[in-house]
């Protein structure tokens, strides 16, 4: 197990870092770096002196890629050197991460795919449609999930649909 260093929840809070249980990469206790104590939440334990231990993962680097929501599906948006200036839009029930492991291992694709951006979310079969609905125009060939678009537009593209989604703002 790797050493932990304590940190106030607070200034886990202000580097943005992710708890061990919002971390979509992390496994087990053994992916944190950081940990925080906090009067345990049962009062008759705290009275016994017991305190509440969260911890943290260190994937500052990583925090703009994973975009968490609510629910257990996620929209991914991935990219390759062996399909320069396009990007990938799909969604899964899985970890992002896996689905690109798995794209990379099961089709012959010559190089990985990296995972560039992920939002999780309630209805991901939902997001991705509208998402590819909305970017049509940059769609490669219509039966694949690849674009010729950036990322910061799909980005926007998708933290706005599942905004609407969300909000039930969406008139389908």
């Known amino acids: 197990m790797n050493k932990l ?12 870092l992710y708890t061990l249980d919002e971390d979509p990469l992390s496994k087990d206790v053994s992916d944190a770096r950081y940990f925080s104590l906090t009067p345990h939440p049962d009062p008759k ?24 929501g609510r629910g257990s599906e996620w929209v991914y948006v991935l990219s390759n050197p062996s399909y320069e200036g396009m990007l990938k839009i799909g969604y ?4 992002p991460e896996l689905r690109s492991e798995q794209l990379y291992k099961g089709t012959g694709v010559p190089t990985p795919f ?3 951006f992920a939002k999780q979310c309630l209805n991901g ?22 674009f010729y678009t950036n990322l910061e537009e799909v980005i926007k593209v998708i933290n706005k649909l599942h905004s609407d989604l969300e909000h039930n703002d969406w008139i389908i």
């Open 125 to 146: 079969e939902m997001l991705e449609r509208l998402t590819h609905k909305y970017l049509k125009s940059d769609r490669v060939n219509n039966e694949r999930e690849f």
């Open 5 to 16: 260093d304590i940190i106030t929840k607070q200034e886990a809070e202000k580097r943005g």
């Open 114 to 116: 990296k995972l560039e």
């Open 92 to 95: 899964t029930k899985n970890a």
């Open 45 to 68: 334990l705290r009275e016994q002196g017991w305190e509440a231990v969260t911890y943290y993962v260190d994937r500052e680097q990583n925090k703009n890629v994973f975009e968490p």
